[in-house]
């Protein structure tokens, strides 16, 4: 078992007496190599449990346990560098750093923990997403797919345990959308990633192994 | 996991850089114009303070000199120069004041005595023999008992090079006359001519035996580097323990030792200290302006650094490179473009400069700005940087990255601006020498800051109201963008009102050191000045001039005479203060007994009542009031006297009651003769005194005319040319006029290019929105408007307050550094409010229009 959230609550104080919950008593087990689709309705909460899930966000209370290892247990410190190995996080607006090109964009985790093969790792990466001829390109030269092409060589470059999807066709237009997802999916199983995947797109989540619905801060 | 290579993120963080050229271009730009401003200044300013130590120097003819009017004991001087460092030249000079005679006529002199090793400092020239080698001075006046004297002394005794003078008891022959005389500063002018004599042969004259008023000098040459003022303590401790007359040894400094010009070249100094403060204090609210636009834009990247498995760290110690990438870049331009401009400097200002004057780059400054750049950028930019703390990386989730402020924690916020304050108190102290000064300044300045920034919030908070009632779309959505971006509208109107406070300050400053230095309006330059003369020969001196068609002008009676009591309490001369700050230095100096009084009503042109009324034209005996008198401010401040003050005169042995009725500021340049204590008429009148005068607007030839016209028929009237003194005093007051003005214009210019780069970065942080409104079809007039409504606020309130504030702050600064010399100029207050204004407006305007001209493709991109 890669995932597993056990009553987990997620609230946001909102004044000193009142409080948002987002999330309630949430429960969840996820397998290796799995691909879950969670849908639910904007402010349902989809990004929140995301948030959570990448650590970069802290729960109010419950368990989240990935790889055996209790996320809220770990420091700062130590949660970044679980990060660094085991995460992959995709966005709904690409966030590429604008200043680097394509290939420096996709290597720039590996490099950041100094790896010697990371320059060799990202053109693979790019290969896989179908970009190496962009490698030297600048993000303001891409396109909406394109970006959000290189974005996904970038999660997938530091061999994620998991991959965190929030929304990635979201920006995209439907053909394009049907593109992207093809290559996500193509790319998940073929390396035997878990992929965790928000979306508003029922064709994309009937794509997964298995669908969960948000709503009133748990799963229906 | 491993570490980065080393240079990762140096890399990345270069590479943003370079991404954001116009921000670091800009940044730099900023930077290193206030950095090479602060090392030219720097350097002029160390140049200056070279040349003014050469020429105290020079007036001293010795760094410290200890005198006494006895003369020193052995065992005395063995305690004191035991405390002097090793290696220190030493050398004895003794002078006294005494009448000499020819056949028929007499004069007063100063007699010196010197011996070989005199001057240690400057040169003096004779006329025959060019300049003096000091190695032989004793020997070339003892071999033959010459003596070398003032040119005017011959023309006063009708004597000729090579003629005899007696001296005391014992005849010299008049070897050479002294052309210039580098220790006969422009304040002695009033004194007698000077004879110099072989030290030795001072015993010879008899004089010494005499109870004439004679003064012991020790003149010392210490080793470079000696701290001149731990030494000045020490020996002054050790003179305290003393008893009886060794304890009214008085020590001596080269710095003391100047006189009105050299407390004006001080003024200068401590003015274009000022100025690299302001430059570097400018320069620094421009950088950290920049660099909180900067930084607010990279919050996105930073997140996504961190999503990617970046510490907070590690994106910390990139933004840091950042800094310090740009800092020490920029410290090296400014070092660049000083080394290519200060070596022209001279050359410009060749004409003004004073002779001898070396601009030299001093290496300190070099490093110091280096130095300064990079640790300066750093904490002028902590308190934005500790921003980076706010940022979360949970927000790439959601829309609005970067917009969202995390309250920070107060006292995070405050220690954040620890270093900046504690860099600007070393930096204000270390330039003006002074811990009270430099601590006045940092506080005014932070307690300007404090007023600004409640005014700003106050500002912001009209206008959130002002959007509420009713007025045009834009004028509304104009209040409302100012009072909702609170802290990006308060931070542009705290740089923009700092900046005008900053760009007013050294103008304002000028305004009123510029009075005390230019030449006086309406004023006659004189060429001769006139002792001794009797009240008799009143009269026909005055005829006899007409008949020359000469006036004789600011003719002033003098009266000798004591200073009894203060209050009633016998007034102590000799205070044993250790003198620690440059305001009590000067104070010491000046308690001495001795005073010439003069009277009149009518304050001359040169001099204007600061406090007090003026004196009643006459004195009533009859009333059982004391006399009236009025005091020269900066004595009355030296002395410790106010307004009201009974001071009671010993008159030739008559006691004279006199109470402080006002104090008067005397325009040091107006070469009038000025005194320090002027009685009402009616008192005085009737002691027995001289008058003085001076006769001006003579050319050589008549000059000379007159002079012997005037010594053949008034023997015992002193005649003293003061043509050369005259002109090179008054070319130095004009040097420093150009000077504080050209240094004024450059922090304008300066402030203007700081307030310059504030407007456009705010406007430019908006284009998002204006391209919004565009695009939403909002007119392009409306979108205008909104905006320059905005800046127009912006700029008004910032202008007045900053103006407001900066006249208080010169006010104080005057009154800290240049003795309450302040002026208001209306003009300068209104030029920088309009200035301001409009600049902030014109910025914004050209901005949004090339905005509004460019397509909003732009906006759908990003
Ligand atoms: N920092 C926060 N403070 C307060 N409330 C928050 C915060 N972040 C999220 N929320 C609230 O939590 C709820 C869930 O937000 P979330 O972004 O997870 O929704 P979502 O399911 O991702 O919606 P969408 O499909 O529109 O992206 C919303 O009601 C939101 O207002
Ligand atoms: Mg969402």
Redesign the pocket.
């Known amino acids: 078992m890669i995932l597993e959230i056990k009553g987990l609550d997620k609230f946001?104080p909102?004044t000193d007496h009142d409080k948002?919950e987002?999330l309630k008593n949430l429960n969840l087990q996820v397998e290796e190599g799995e691909t879950v689709a969670v849908v639910?309705?904007?402010?349902?909460?989809?990004?929140?449990?995301?948030?959570l899930l990448a650590g970069l966000d802290r729960q109010s209370s419950g368990s989240l346990r990935l790889r055996g290892q209790e996320i809220s247990a770990m420091s700062e410190v130590k949660l970044t560098q679980f990060r660094a190995e085991n995460i992959g996080i995709i966005f709904q607006q690409f966030y590429l750093m604008p200043h680097l090109t394509a290939l420096e964009n996709v290597s720039l985790p590996l490099e950041m923990f100094g790896h010697k093969d990371s320059l060799q790792r990202a053109r693979e990466a790019l290969l896989q997403v179908g970009l190496e001829e962009r490698e030297k390109h600048f993000p303001h030269q891409l396109s909406g797919g394109e970006s959000q092409r290189v974005a996904i060589a970038r999660a997938i470059v530091i061999r994620p345990a998991i991959l965190l999807a929030?929304?990635p066709t979201g920006n995209l237009d439907n053909a394009t959308g049907v593109q992207v997802s093809n290559l996500l999916f193509d790319l998940v199983q073929t390396t035997g990633m878990t992929l965790l995947l928000?979306t508003?797109n029922t064709e994309l989540a009937l794509r997964c192994s298995r669908q969960l619905t948000?709503q009133s801060g748990t799963f229906q | 996991m491993k570490n980065p290579p080393a240079f990762f993120w140096l890399k990345l963080a270069f590479r943003e850089l370079l991404n954001n050229r116009r921000f670091s271009l800009f940044f730099l730009f900023n930077l290193a114009l206030g950095l090479a401003g602060f090392i030219a200044l720097d350097s002029f300013k160390e140049s200056l303070d070279n040349h003014l130590g050469q020429n105290s120097k020079a007036i001293l003819g010795a760094d410290i000199a200890l005198t006494s009017y006895l003369p020193f004991e052995e065992k005395t001087l063995d305690a004191l120069e035991a405390r002097f460092p090793q290696n220190t030249l030493s050398t004895r000079k003794t002078s006294l004041f005494t009448m000499v005679a020819t056949e028929d006529q007499t004069r007063l002199v100063q007699i010196t005595g010197i011996e070989k090793e005199f001057p240690f400092y400057g040169k003096m020239v004779l006329k025959n023999n060019g300049v003096v080698e000091s190695k032989n001075v004793e020997q070339s006046l003892a071999l033959s008992g010459e003596a070398w004297v003032y040119p005017e002394l011959l023309f006063m005794l009708g004597l000729k090079l090579g003629g005899s003078l007696k001296i005391g008891e014992k005849k010299f022959r008049i070897a050479d006359t002294v052309l210039d005389d580098p220790s006969s500063s422009f304040s002695s002018f009033g004194l007698a001519p000077r004879v110099y004599l072989a030290y030795s042969q001072m015993q010879e004259t008899a004089l010494l035996s005499k109870k004439s008023r004679i003064s012991y000098q020790r003149l010392y040459r210490l080793p470079d580097g000696t701290d001149l003022s731990g030494l000045v303590v020490k020996l002054q401790n050790k003179i305290n323990s003393f008893e009886g007359s060794d304890s009214k040894i008085r020590i001596l400094t080269h710095k003391r030792a100047g006189n009105n010009l050299g407390r004006l070249l001080g003024y200068l100094n401590d003015y274009l200290g000022l100025v690299a403060m302001i430059a570097v204090f400018l320069a620094g609210i421009g950088a950290a302006y920049l660099f909180r636009n900067y930084l607010v834009h990279r919050f996105r990247e930073i997140s996504i650094l961190m999503s990617l498995g970046a510490t907070r760290q590690q994106t910390y110690r990139m933004v840091l490179w950042q800094l310090g990438l740009l800092g020490t870049g920029a410290a090296l331009i400014a070092i660049i473009i000083s080394l290519a401009i200060l070596p022209l400097l001279p050359l410009l200002l060749k004409q003004f400069l004073p002779n001898g004057f070396e601009t030299q780059l001093s290496l300190g400054s070099l490093l110091f700005a280096l130095v300064l750049g990079g640790v300066g950028s750093l904490v002028f930019c902590l308190p934005v940087l500790s921003r980076i703390r706010t940022v979360q990386p949970?927000q790439l989730?959601?829309k609005n990255i970067g917009q969202q402020d995390a309250t920070p924690v107060l006292w995070r916020q405050a220690l954040s601006y620890l270093p900046l304050l504690i860099l600007s108190w070393s930096l204000s102290v270390w330039q003006s020498h002074s811990l009270i000064v430099g601590s006045a300044f940092v506080g005014m300045l932070l307690a300007s800051i404090l007023f600004l920034g409640s005014i700003a919030w106050l500002v912001l908070f009209l206008a959130g109201k002002l959007s509420q009632t009713s007025g045009s779309t834009m004028k509304r959505l104009a209040f409302r963008n100012l009072q909702r971006n609170r802290t990006g509208a308060i931070s542009c109107f705290l740089a923009l009102a700092l900046g005008t406070l900053l760009i007013n300050l050294i103008p304002q400053i000028y305004q009123g050191l510029q009075e005390e230095v230019s030449r006086p309006d309406d004023f006659r330059i004189p060429s001769l000045f006139l002792f001794d003369i009797q009240p008799e020969q009143m009269e026909p001196l005055q005829k006899t001039l007409s008949a020359e068609k000469v006036n004789l002008n600011y003719l002033s009676p003098i009266v000798r005479a004591r200073l009894e009591k203060v209050n009633g309490n016998k007034f102590d001369a000799n205070s044993k203060e250790v003198s620690l700050t440059r305001e009590q230095e000067r104070q010491q100096n000046f308690r001495r007994h001795n005073l010439n009084l003069s009277y009149r009503t009518q304050l001359s042109d040169s001099e204007q009542i600061v406090e007090g009324r003026p004196m009643t034209t006459n004195f009533d005996l009859d009333s059982g009031k004391p006399a009236e008198i009025s005091l020269e401010v900066r004595y009355a401040e030296r002395m410790g006297f106010k307004l009201g003050d009974l001071l009671t005169f010993n008159v030739q042995e008559v006691l004279v009651e006199a109470i402080v009725i006002n104090l008067r500021r005397v325009q040091w340049n107006s070469f009038q003769p000025n005194f320090f204590i002027l009685f009402q008429p009616g008192v005085l009148e009737d002691a027995p005194g001289t008058f003085v005068g001076s006769i001006g607007g003579l050319v050589a030839s008549r000059r000379m005319n007159v002079q012997n016209l005037i010594v053949s028929d008034y023997p015992n009237v002193s005649v003293i040319d003061v043509t050369r003194m005259v002109g090179r005093v008054l070319k130095i007051s004009d040097q420093m006029v150009l000077a504080l003005r050209m240094m004024a214009y450059l922090s304008i210019l300066a402030g203007l290019v700081v307030v310059f780069s504030i407007a456009r970065h705010e406007v430019e942080g908006r284009l998002w929105e204006l391209n919004l409104l565009k695009v939403l079809g909002a007119r392009f007039s409306d979108i205008q408007k909104m905006i320059q409504i905005e800046f127009a606020v912006l700029g008004i309130f910032a202008g007045l307050f900053g103006v407001a504030v900066s006249l208080i702050m010169s006010y104080g600064i005057s009154w800290w550094f240049f003795e309450n010399l302040w002026k208001w100029t209306w003009q300068t207050s209104l030029g920088s409010i309009i200035g301001v204004t409009s600049l902030s407006v014109g910025v914004a305007w050209l901005a949004t229009q090339r905005t509004l001209r460019s397509s909003p493709l732009n906006l759908l991109r990003s």
Request: no cysteine; hydrophobic share 40%; proline share 0%.
């Open positions: 946001f909102q948002i987002v639910g309705q904007s402010g349902s909460g989809k990004s929140t449990l995301l948030s929030d929304e928000v508003h948000l | 949970l989730f959601h």
